[in-house]
């Protein structure tokens, strides 16, 4: 399980790049939401496969969905952006 600043430093080992003001987003969503790292890693992973970058206010709205829904595992979120075509 990575925390979420391994998870980033993970995907900008694979090429993805993140400005300062994303990363912003990510930890205000995960605190703001008050998400586990898997749950902020799943919304981090959805939003770039959903949009094709990251976007800040689709994976603050998305993270909020999910913890709303009381979605907890990377796996259920999958299952829940499946189910609802978000993907």
Do not use: C, P, W
């Amino acid at each position: 399980m990575k925390t979420v600043e391994e998870y980033l430093h993970f995907l900008q080992s694979k090429g993805f790049q993140f400005r300062e003001d994303a990363i912003g987003f990510i930890y205000f969503g995960k605190n703001y939401t008050n998400a586990s790292d898997e749950l902020a890693n799943a919304a981090i992973e959805l939003t770039l496969k959903a949009q094709k970058s990251f976007d800040g206010s689709f994976y603050v709205s998305l993270l909020e969905t999910l913890v709303s829904k009381n979605i907890t595992s990377r796996r259920e979120a999958i299952k829940f952006v499946k189910e609802k075509e978000i993907i």
